[in-house]
């Protein structure tokens, strides 16, 4: 089966050796720097929207419709992404996060996606995905309305997983450039990068371990959610994706204090990137992932001396809505 694919990611991102990190950890580490993929600060949500936007593009779309946090880098790359392409996009901001200051509100992602000329919705309420899903078809219906053709990249379980397909090329483009790790480290937030990520390496018959490290949900919810994914895709694919459920490898000892905050763990494993190898993490998704690598290595799930691939999604347009956090965590002095 063929999926109409807009051209985003026009070359593989490459995957570099981090050998200060690897001597610090007793570990043969790598990075996949996705966040150089696709336009405007980059991130793996551009291989997700290259399906979606692919779908807009058949069917002639004039407006893109998409939902997220008020940080989100989906949002915020979906706009520069479209705009690309010649579309208008809405945007519809959810309140995921609490007790925040003014900077969270206007800086990062949303001071970009003003730039890109983006027309803001708001959403109320932060866990609550097919509420999010159907203000946005709502406003649709009102651009059909208005005669505009419109496409909504929809957010809650249940919709075709067309996002997972860019991870499974993604793994395509992992095993040709370096098919001999043991040992993949990934962001598991929405599960499509997850869970299209396992499910490319083991359609390709690799059984290389793929930990998924949460964002936004524990990792009993985030299992079940992969799953769910998984099966979705399978549907969309027409044939089963061989992934069992012991495939399905979560952990989540970085997520408190939870979605879209900067803990303890999470600050340790930003300085331990910057300090070392000069390359930044931001405070939402990638500190939060790379901080399962030192946190399994200690703790044995990660074997010394193993081949690590940690896959960097990107997300640094967010860093610049983090600065109380992040001079509570790094103080002057």
Same mark, same amino acid.
């Given at each position: 089966?063929?999926? $109409? !694919?807009?051209?985003? &990611?026009? %070359?593989?991102?490459?995957?570099?050796?981090?050998?200060? #990190? +690897?001597? *610090? =950890? /007793?570990?043969?580490?790598?990075?996949?720097?996705?966040?150089?993929?696709?336009?405007?600060?980059?991130?793996?949500?551009?291989?997700?929207?290259?399906?979606?936007?692919?779908?807009?593009?058949?069917?002639?779309?004039?407006?893109?419709?998409?939902?997220?946090?008020?940080?989100?880098?989906?949002?915020?790359?979906?706009?520069?992404?479209?705009?690309?392409?010649?579309?208008?996009?809405?945007?519809?901001?959810? $309140? !995921?996060?609490?007790? &925040?200051? %003014?900077?969270?509100?206007?800086?990062?992602?949303?001071? #970009? +996606?003003? *730039? =890109? /000329?983006?027309?803001?919705?708001?959403?109320?309420?932060?866990?609550?995905?097919?509420?999010?899903?159907?203000?946005?078809?709502?406003?649709?219906?009102?651009?059909?309305?208005?005669?505009?053709?419109?496409?909504?990249?929809?957010?809650?379980?249940?919709?075709?997983?067309?996002?997972?397909?860019?991870?499974?090329?993604?793994?395509?483009?992992?095993?040709?450039?370096?098919?001999?790790?043991?040992?993949?480290?990934?962001?598991?937030?929405?599960?499509?990068?997850?869970?299209?990520?396992?499910?490319?390496?083991?359609?390709?018959?690799?059984?290389?371990?793929?930990?998924?490290?949460?964002?936004?949900?524990?990792?009993?919810?985030?299992?079940?959610?992969?799953?769910?994914?998984?099966?979705?895709?399978?549907?969309?694919?027409?044939?089963?994706?061989?992934?069992?459920?012991?495939?399905?490898?979560?952990?989540?000892?970085?997520?408190?204090?939870?979605?879209?905050?900067?803990?303890?763990?999470?600050?340790?494993?930003?300085?331990?990137?910057?300090?070392?190898?000069?390359?930044?993490?931001?405070?939402?998704?990638?500190?939060?992932?790379?901080?399962?690598?030192?946190?399994?290595?200690?703790?044995?799930?990660?074997?010394?001396?193993?081949?690590?691939?940690?896959?960097?999604?990107?997300?640094?347009?967010?860093?610049?809505?983090?600065?109380?956090?992040?001079?509570?965590?790094?103080?002057?002095?």
């Amino acid at each position: 089966m063929t999926f $109409a !694919r807009a051209d985003l &990611v026009s %070359a593989a991102t490459p995957i570099e050796p981090l050998p200060n #990190l +690897s001597a *610090l =950890l /007793g570990i043969d580490l790598h990075i996949k720097r996705d966040d150089l993929a696709g336009t405007t600060m980059g991130g793996n949500k551009s291989r997700q929207l290259e399906y979606y936007l692919g779908a807009a593009q058949q069917k002639n779309a004039q407006t893109v419709l998409i939902t997220g946090a008020v940080q989100s880098n989906f949002v915020r790359t979906a706009a520069a992404s479209a705009a690309k392409l010649g579309m208008k996009t809405i945007v519809q901001l959810e $309140a !995921r996060v609490p007790d &925040v200051d %003014a900077l969270y509100g206007s800086n990062g992602n949303v001071l #970009l +996606s003003r *730039l =890109l /000329g983006v027309e803001v919705m708001h959403y109320p309420v932060g866990e609550d995905e097919a509420g999010a899903d159907a203000a946005l078809r709502a406003r649709a219906e009102a651009e059909e309305a208005a005669g505009r053709t419109p496409y909504v990249i929809p957010l809650a379980l249940g919709n075709p997983p067309l996002g997972a397909l860019g991870y499974m090329r993604a793994a395509e483009e992992v095993i040709h450039q370096d098919p001999d790790f043991d040992v993949v480290v990934i962001a598991s937030g929405s599960g499509l990068t997850h869970a299209g990520m396992l499910a490319g390496l083991r359609n390709a018959g690799h059984s290389v371990r793929v930990i998924g490290s949460c964002v936004r949900r524990d990792a009993e919810q985030q299992r079940h959610r992969i799953a769910t994914v998984l099966e979705a895709l399978s549907r969309l694919l027409g044939s089963p994706v061989p992934v069992s459920h012991d495939d399905i490898d979560i952990w989540d000892g970085a997520l408190s204090p939870g979605y879209g905050r900067l803990g303890p763990q999470a600050a340790q494993a930003m300085a331990m990137m910057a300090r070392s190898e000069g390359i930044v993490l931001d405070p939402v998704y990638t500190a939060k992932v790379f901080a399962a690598v030192p946190a399994m290595v200690k703790s044995g799930e990660i074997a010394a001396g193993a081949r690590v691939l940690f896959v960097h999604t990107g997300g640094l347009a967010s860093l610049f809505a983090y600065q109380s956090a992040l001079e509570n965590a790094f103080p002057h002095g």
